[in-house]
């Protein structure tokens, strides 16, 4: 039975437990609600609390997700109590000498490894965590205290605790503050369902789809077919499993992935898509369901007995969501039918998408290619690659374009969520979309102009310092190509010998014209035809020659521009 209390204005649920006591504080508060220049910022709050708490036998851990921050503990009701209230007092009273080697530590761990929230939500909210820790070198004592008074609060916590009743003495000593509510996720896909290509040879999916028992069954069950088809049938895969991820607004994330040696990626690939398509199209065996059904229930009640079900209901009360006792949970459960999880089972493929194996692509299965360049072009000064045709940069008072051949990365200012900056004045602009504009001043005519423009339009708050490159790492421009004695002559040739040819041509023509036009002979015998065969002849020849000079100049520019 779980009970609902109050400790120091936290709201907590409270439930025995057959096993050890444990108890745990959590805050609406996750990579979520960062930005990008902060990334790493709520992490480091979660280890600055913790860090010097506790003995080396106690079991305590604190975890950063991507809308929640929790601290844990499992002990006796004076290990509890004396836990719980050191890192509240650690959050209202954050140490600023441990940023350093907090930093250190989360150097030592960097997260950031989830390519399929970036490629879904771009570079905010729930992409970030596809990113690295960026934010860490640039949080200073003051943003930490900016970030817990408006998250680490009493009024954006809640409390669990597994045991008879509260302990003694447990006091939540936080600030007060506001209810923070659950983030809206953006899309960065335009159309779904989509696909991108990985890194490697693994093959992964996931689809945003509503918060329901249903959902939950349907992840367990395609976790169930990708083992059986894909592991056991084929053996294409040898790690297959799937991931049920509830979100605080009443949606959920399905996550999907299955390895592979590179010799059978496109198998591992296939195999993937040609089961969550039979799923689609209705093929859910009712056995597997009915298995699913049967464990999750049982999974349940075993964790309910060890407070297990707590950690859920104290995050239902932080998103206002109805707590349900256990006999309801499982009711839910057992009331998922075949149909319900083929019903899942459309929308998750409507809204699915695919991360491919590197050198594979989704197109043949119907997936649309997420966006990996922009649709337009900034107005603006166009700066040319050196030695490198295929390239240039185009700067303007809005923002910055990147254009290999017809396609081009263009990042706005006004939608720009971040600039990295390097000491040698590289620069990669990130739009909301995840889209980057690199600017390489070693690669570009008169790039350092670009790189002005971007330090002098994009905010402070938003530039990430690098560290210095190996100079052996920072791009160069193709080496000039060799050229022998002729190629080297030719425009010049071209210029200096028929530039003169042809003005005398030219001149030639131009006396002729006059000439028939005033009825007096050209040539020698005085033919008014013949006269005009001349003239036209030697137009047709200056026209000629103009096309060579032409050439010949384009290529000095060339050869000027390439130096």
């Known amino acids: 039975m779980i009970t609902q209390v109050e400790v120091d204005g936290v709201p907590a649920v409270l439930a025995p437990t057959t096993g050890p006591m444990h108890a745990g504080l959590v805050f609406r508060v996750g990579v979520a609600d960062e930005t990008l220049p902060l990334r790493g910022l709520t992490r480091l709050v979660e280890h600055l609390a913790l860090d010097g708490l506790g003995t080396a036998d106690q079991q305590h851990n604190g975890t950063t997700g991507a809308e929640h921050t929790f601290f844990h503990v499992q002990g006796t009701a004076e290990e509890i109590t004396g836990f719980l209230g050191a890192v509240c007092d650690a959050l209202r009273e954050p140490d600023p000498a441990r940023i350093a080697a907090a930093r250190e530590r989360l150097r030592a761990d960097e997260r950031g490894n989830d390519p399929l929230a970036l490629w879904r939500h771009g570079a905010r909210d729930f992409g970030l965590t596809g990113y690295p820790e960026w934010g860490l070198d640039r949080i200073g004592e003051e943003q930490l205290r900016t970030w817990i008074g408006r998250y680490f609060t009493r009024e954006n916590a809640a409390l669990w605790i597994a045991g008879a009743e509260v302990p003694d003495g447990l006091k939540l000593h936080l600030p007060s503050g506001e209810r923070q509510p659950a983030r809206t996720p953006s899309s960065a896909l335009p159309s779904s369902p989509a696909w991108f290509t990985g890194a490697d040879s693994d093959v992964a999916w996931d689809a945003v789809v509503p918060r329901e028992s249903r959902a939950a069954v349907f992840a367990n069950v395609l976790e169930r077919q990708m083992f059986r088809e894909l592991r056991q049938h084929d053996g294409i895969s040898y790690t297959v499993r799937t991931d049920y991820q509830p979100r605080a607004g009443g949606t959920a994330r399905i996550v999907a992935y299955a390895d592979a040696l590179p010799e059978k990626r496109e198998a591992a690939l296939g195999g993937l898509v040609d089961l969550l398509a039979a799923m689609r199209a209705g093929r859910i065996d009712p056995e597997d369901v009915a298995t699913v059904r049967t464990l999750t229930a049982d999974g349940l009640a075993e964790a309910d007995t060890r407070g297990g079900r707590l950690p859920g209901q104290a995050f239902n009360l932080l998103a206002g969501r109805e707590l349900k006792d256990l006999d309801e949970a499982v009711a839910e459960v ?224 060339e050869r000027w521009a390439n130096r």
């Open 334 to 557: 057992r009331a998922v039918s075949a149909e319900d999880v083929a019903g899942v089972a459309v929308a998750a493929y409507d809204a699915g998408l695919l991360m491919t194996p590197a050198g594979t692509t989704g197109d043949w299965a119907g997936y649309t290619a997420a966006p990996t360049h922009s649709e337009s072009t900034i107005a603006g000064r166009a700066h040319r690659a050196i030695r490198d045709p295929r390239h240039h940069l185009v700067s303007g008072p809005d923002g910055v374009s990147h254009v290999i051949g017809e396609q081009a990365a263009t990042v706005r200012y006004d939608q720009a969520v971040a600039v990295l900056a390097w000491p040698d004045g590289a620069r990669q602009l990130i739009g909301q979309d995840a889209i980057v504009a690199r600017i390489e001043p070693s690669l570009f005519r008169a790039a350092a102009a670009v790189t002005r423009d971007v330090d002098a339009r994009v905010p402070a708050g938003l530039r990430i310092e690098m560290p210095a490159r190996d100079p052996e790492r920072v791009p160069q421009p193709p080496p000039k190509p060799e050229m022998g004695l002729r190629e080297r002559i030719r425009p010049y040739f071209i210029v200096l010998v028929f530039v003169p040819f042809g003005l005398l041509l030219l001149a030639v023509a131009g006396y002729g014209l006059w000439q028939v036009m005033n009825g007096r002979p050209f040539t020698g015998d005085g033919t008014t035809a013949k006269d005009l065969v001349v003239v036209c002849g030697s137009v047709l020849i200056v026209g000629v020659l103009l096309q060579l000079v032409r050439q010949g100049v384009r290529e000095l520019r």
